[in-house]
Each structure stands twice: as structure tokens, then as C-alpha cells.
């Protein structure tokens, strides 16, 4: 018997990605829900969904995530990546449903040098932030034996709008480019992301969920800053557009952001029995697609 | 087993072939007979395996003289971050600093011919280097040169605040006074 999947937030980048490992995995039934089918935010039930179609596991793959846009559009944020997940817990719990909610490096806004495990206290700053931080406890008090949240950091991917598309178009065109280089975290590739919970809910399927795995964080190795990113994407490309170093400060974004946010992913590592992919090599591989398929525009 | 030419001469990528099925995976992780083939000609006399945390440094390390070592580096747990420095000189690269990623993932590994400095960075939770040499360990031909030398540049890609250095490690000289 396949596994019933349903992924809310199928046109973002890591639907996108689950949509494209579909096809590989054949011991999974996936079926994807993009906005105009079923509104995160706008308060529709969930529960005839999940028990028409027999749903098993609901990844949430849906949010919230134009974190300076959110700090002027509070009630909107909060409702999409708090309130909603909340009810979609609920509705889980009630239909006998797991739910994998996606959350994010955000909630941390202390880290300092040392890898951040799971167990971190929270300390989420600004709108996003709070809002992606108080999604994760409404599903977990909401729904505790069935839900799995998985927080990951600076995704990108081939698909929608993204940093590494970003710097790619602008590399190509030319254009000089201003780069935080005091803000450190992990760039994860959505591609690794979907590959990692499709495992999730392979290993996990069929047994309890165990207090310690309900939080998991999931990046790829090695951290480095938005500056360094950039030059290694111009740097594979091959392009010679001018990029200049700036910092936080200078940059003055509305919402505030974590300076440093390396997450510790040992705990995933251990639970799948899994190996991650180094940063650049995973961006390598991302560069590749869109270079080979010119799909960097 | 694919052998790449990096860059800089001498300085040679491995990647070997990993078969993978239900239970798991197998790799040969190294071959004479192919190193031969390819034109590598190295006796290896000594392994060595490190254990390190997130965020170590070690390096940049070369023997001296005739005690010089090739080094073929690979990782079987976690993901660092491997500088060679061209010490050699003469060579068009040298003092040039090459890196790239080596980890569990991709098996990866590095062939670092004598003439280079080397070290690493530790870029995972922790990680355990591997590593061959053909000349064995000579306390008294050990050298360095400073890693945060600014003349190399190399970016460890750790902030400062996350990086752990050896007391030894930090008192290597900077490249100017080679």
C-alpha cells in the first residue's frame, strides 16, 4: 500500500521539488494543493479534504514568507503561518493525519558562532520571525503525537524567486552587486529539503513519533554569509559582475534578521540515517539546472 | 574512480565510485593500480584519522626538506572545508590557495602532493578526516604558515566567533617571513 501524501503550497520551491521527486518514489501516493485550490489563509475547512482523500501524512509546505513585506502586513502573516497551522493541526489530529510543518532558522535571533540544536530556546525577532516561531507551537500543542516540524534556513532552488536566481540574473547582466557579508547561515537547496522528507515520512511511517524527534532542523553543511554565497555563484558561472560587501546595517531592511543562524542537524542525520550535502556542492548542482536549461531569467 | 586535474598542477580531485542498493553502500576508496595508471606515483606509509567539532581549524601544515609528505585526504564523517597551499616555488601557483568541499556526501578526495602546506576546516557538527602520507611523521621537520594569513586569503567560511584554533596553529609564521 502507497503512502497518501498531500502537500499544501504546491507552486512554492519546495513543493516544487516534492512535485518533481514524485515521480521517483513510487511507494508514495502525492497529491499537491496550490493556493486557488485550498487557501491557507483564508479559513477553509481542511477536514473533508483529508478524510475524502484518505490523506496520511499533510505536509505544509504553505507560508508566509516576504519577511520585510510582513512587518506592515502582521495580521495577514500571522494568520497564514501561525493561525492556519494551528486549525490544520486540529483537523490532523481529528482525521488521524501527520503533519509535517515547515518552519524556519528565524525563530532563532541569538546564535552566536556555535551550530544551534533543536533544543535552543526560542528567541524569534520581528514579524516573521514570531509568526513562523508561534506555528510551531500552536501544531504542536494542537496535534503533539502527530506532528513533525522540520525548520530549515535560506532555501533556494531552481524554481519562483529566489537569492541564487537573484544573483545569477543580475551576474549575467552585469550589474554591480551590494552583498551582506555579516549575516551567517546555511543555504539549503529545496531539492535536499524534499529528499529529506519523503525519508521522514518513510522512517517515521507506522511507528510512534518519539518527543525527541518532533523537532528537527534540516540544512545543508556549512555555513557561510550572503556575500559568500554570491561570489561562489558568480564564481561557478563564471561572471565577473562587481559585488561589494556590505553589512546588516547599511542595508536597512524593515525586519530584523538572525546575524548568525547555523543550524545543528545531527539529530536529522541520526533519525534518518541520512548524509548531508556541503552547501556548495548542493549549489553546484542547482547552478547546473539552471544554467544548462537557461532558466536563470 | 575519477581522477581531476584541479587548477593548479599536481593538486588532484578523486572521486570515487560508490555502489549503492538496499542495504547500504560500498566504496573503494583506494587503488594502486589505478593511482598508477593515471600517472600518480605514491607509496603511502602512514594513515592518520582526526576527529574535529564544528568549527576547528588545523593547518596550514607541511614537513620540511625530505620529510616532505604527499597527502591523499579524504572524510567519512561530516564535511570540511580542504586548503592546499603551492608552496613550491617556481610553480606558477605558488603560494596560491585552492579549496573546495570533501565530506561524507560526496566521497570526495584530495591528492596533495609534497611542496604544499595543507589544513581544513571543520564545516559539519563534527567531522573525521582520513588521511595517507608517504613520509612518515618527523616532529622535528614539522612547519606551518599562520591560516589566517591575510596574504593567502583564504576564506574558511566560519565566522570568527565559531572558529577553534590551536594554540600551535596560531603561532605559525605569516607567509612574508617564508
Given at each position: 500500500m502507497k503512502i497518501k501524501v498531500l502537500v499544501t503550497g504546491s507552486e512554492g520551491q519546495l513543493g516544487r521539488e516534492l512535485q518533481t521527486l514524485a515521480p521517483e518514489n513510487p511507494l508514495f501516493d502525492f497529491t499537491f494543493i496550490n493556493r486557488s485550490q485550498w487557501d491557507l489563509g483564508a479559513n477553509k475547512p481542511l477536514l473533508p479534504?483529508?478524510?475524502?482523500?484518505?490523506?496520511?501524512?499533510?505536509?505544509?509546505?504553505?507560508?508566509?514568507?516576504?519577511?520585510?513585506?510582513?512587518?506592515?502586513?502582521?495580521?495577514?502573516?500571522?494568520?497564514?503561518?501561525?493561525?492556519a497551522p494551528g486549525k490544520m493541526a486540529?483537523?490532523?489530529?481529528?482525521?488521524?493525519?501527520?503533519?509535517?510543518?515547515?518552519?524556519?532558522?528565524?525563530?532563532?535571533?541569538?546564535?552566536?558562532?556555535?551550530?544551534?540544536?533543536e533544543d535552543h530556546p526560542k528567541l524569534p525577532a520581528g514579524v516573521y520571525a514570531k509568526s513562523k516561531s508561534l506555528g510551531e507551537d500552536l501544531v504542536l500543542s494542537n496535534h503533539p503525537d502527530g506532528t513533525l516540524v522540520v525548520r530549515t534556513s535560506w532555501l533556494y532552488s531552481s524554481f519562483g524567486k529566489n537569492f541564487v536566481k537573484t544573483i545569477l540574473r543580475k551576474g549575467m547582466e552585469g550589474s554591480p552587486l551590494r552583498v551582506v557579508a555579516d549575516q551567517h547561515g546555511s543555504p539549503t537547496y529545496a531539492r535536499d529539503l524534499a529528499i529529506a522528507i519523503i525519508k521522514l515520512i518513510e522512517v517515521s511511517y507506522g511507528r510512534p513519533i518519539r518527543e525527541s524527534e518532533r523537532i528537527l532542523h534540516y540544512c545543508n553543511e556549512g555555513i557561510c554569509t550572503w556575500y559568500d554565497l554570491a561570489e561562489e555563484i558568480l564564481c561557478y558561472a563564471g561572471l565577473s559582475a562587481p559585488l561589494a560587501a556590505i553589512d546588516t546595517a547599511s542595508l536597512g531592511a524593515c525586519a530584523p534578521r538572525p546575524l548568525f543562524s547555523g543550524l545543528d542537524c545531527s539529530r536529522i542525520r541520526n533519525v534518518l540515517g541520512i548524509t548531508i550535502p556541503g552547501w556548495k556542492d548542493s549549489l553546484h548542482q542547482c547552478l547546473d539546472l539552471l544554467l544548462t536549461n537557461n532558466e536563470w531569467k | 574512480m575519477d581522477f581531476t586535474q584541479t587548477g593548479i598542477q599536481g593538486l588532484i580531485l578523486i572521486t570515487p565510485k560508490v555502489i549503492a542498493d538496499h542495504r547500504g553502500n560500498f566504496t573503494e576508496t583506494f587503488n594502486q593500480r589505478l593511482m598508477e595508471a593515471y600517472g600518480l606515483q605514491y607509496t603511502f606509509v602512514q594513515d592518520n584519522e582526526v576527529h574535529s567539532i564544528f568549527g576547528v581549524i588545523r593547518g596550514l601544515h607541511y614537513q620540511k626538506g625530505s620529510a616532505a609528505q604527499t597527502k591523499l585526504v579524504r572524510v567519512i564523517k561530516g564535511t570540511i572545508l580542504d586548503v592546499a597551499v603551492d608552496l613550491r616555488e617556481g610553480s606558477p601557483h605558488y603560494m596560491r590557495a585552492f579549496s573546495t568541499e570533501l565530506s561524507e556526501a560526496n566521497h570526495r578526495q584530495l591528492l596533495i602532493p609534497a611542496g604544499f602546506a595543507h589544513g581544513y576546516a571543520v564545516l559539519s557538527?563534527?567531522?573525521?578526516?582520513?588521511?595517507?602520507?608517504?613520509?612518515?611523521?618527523?616532529?622535528?621537520?614539522?612547519?606551518?604558515?599562520?591560516?589566517?594569513?591575510?596574504?593567502?586569503?583564504?576564506?574558511?567560511?566560519?565566522?570568527?566567533?565559531?572558529?577553534i584554533l590551536s594554540e600551535k596553529d596560531l603561532t605559525w609564521p605569516y607567509t612574508s617571513s617564508h
Amino acid at each position: 500500500m502507497k503512502i497518501k501524501v498531500l502537500v499544501t503550497g504546491s507552486e512554492g520551491q519546495l513543493g516544487r521539488e516534492l512535485q518533481t521527486l514524485a515521480p521517483e518514489n513510487p511507494l508514495f501516493d502525492f497529491t499537491f494543493i496550490n493556493r486557488s485550490q485550498w487557501d491557507l489563509g483564508a479559513n477553509k475547512p481542511l477536514l473533508p479534504i483529508l478524510k475524502n482523500s484518505a490523506t496520511q501524512y499533510l505536509v505544509n509546505a504553505a507560508a508566509y514568507t516576504a519577511v520585510d513585506a510582513a512587518e506592515s502586513d502582521e495580521a495577514n502573516c500571522f494568520n497564514i503561518n501561525a493561525v492556519a497551522p494551528g486549525k490544520m493541526a486540529k483537523d490532523c489530529k481529528e482525521a488521524n493525519v501527520r503533519l509535517v510543518q515547515i518552519s524556519s532558522d528565524y525563530v532563532f535571533s541569538d546564535g552566536r558562532g556555535k551550530l544551534i540544536k533543536e533544543d535552543h530556546p526560542k528567541l524569534p525577532a520581528g514579524v516573521y520571525a514570531k509568526s513562523k516561531s508561534l506555528g510551531e507551537d500552536l501544531v504542536l500543542s494542537n496535534h503533539p503525537d502527530g506532528t513533525l516540524v522540520v525548520r530549515t534556513s535560506w532555501l533556494y532552488s531552481s524554481f519562483g524567486k529566489n537569492f541564487v536566481k537573484t544573483i545569477l540574473r543580475k551576474g549575467m547582466e552585469g550589474s554591480p552587486l551590494r552583498v551582506v557579508a555579516d549575516q551567517h547561515g546555511s543555504p539549503t537547496y529545496a531539492r535536499d529539503l524534499a529528499i529529506a522528507i519523503i525519508k521522514l515520512i518513510e522512517v517515521s511511517y507506522g511507528r510512534p513519533i518519539r518527543e525527541s524527534e518532533r523537532i528537527l532542523h534540516y540544512c545543508n553543511e556549512g555555513i557561510c554569509t550572503w556575500y559568500d554565497l554570491a561570489e561562489e555563484i558568480l564564481c561557478y558561472a563564471g561572471l565577473s559582475a562587481p559585488l561589494a560587501a556590505i553589512d546588516t546595517a547599511s542595508l536597512g531592511a524593515c525586519a530584523p534578521r538572525p546575524l548568525f543562524s547555523g543550524l545543528d542537524c545531527s539529530r536529522i542525520r541520526n533519525v534518518l540515517g541520512i548524509t548531508i550535502p556541503g552547501w556548495k556542492d548542493s549549489l553546484h548542482q542547482c547552478l547546473d539546472l539552471l544554467l544548462t536549461n537557461n532558466e536563470w531569467k | 574512480m575519477d581522477f581531476t586535474q584541479t587548477g593548479i598542477q599536481g593538486l588532484i580531485l578523486i572521486t570515487p565510485k560508490v555502489i549503492a542498493d538496499h542495504r547500504g553502500n560500498f566504496t573503494e576508496t583506494f587503488n594502486q593500480r589505478l593511482m598508477e595508471a593515471y600517472g600518480l606515483q605514491y607509496t603511502f606509509v602512514q594513515d592518520n584519522e582526526v576527529h574535529s567539532i564544528f568549527g576547528v581549524i588545523r593547518g596550514l601544515h607541511y614537513q620540511k626538506g625530505s620529510a616532505a609528505q604527499t597527502k591523499l585526504v579524504r572524510v567519512i564523517k561530516g564535511t570540511i572545508l580542504d586548503v592546499a597551499v603551492d608552496l613550491r616555488e617556481g610553480s606558477p601557483h605558488y603560494m596560491r590557495a585552492f579549496s573546495t568541499e570533501l565530506s561524507e556526501a560526496n566521497h570526495r578526495q584530495l591528492l596533495i602532493p609534497a611542496g604544499f602546506a595543507h589544513g581544513y576546516a571543520v564545516l559539519s557538527e563534527s567531522a573525521v578526516v582520513l588521511y595517507k602520507v608517504d613520509n612518515y611523521y618527523s616532529q622535528q621537520d614539522e612547519a606551518g604558515i599562520h591560516p589566517l594569513d591575510p596574504a593567502l586569503s583564504i576564506n574558511w567560511l566560519l565566522p570568527p566567533s565559531s572558529r577553534i584554533l590551536s594554540e600551535k596553529d596560531l603561532t605559525w609564521p605569516y607567509t612574508s617571513s617564508h
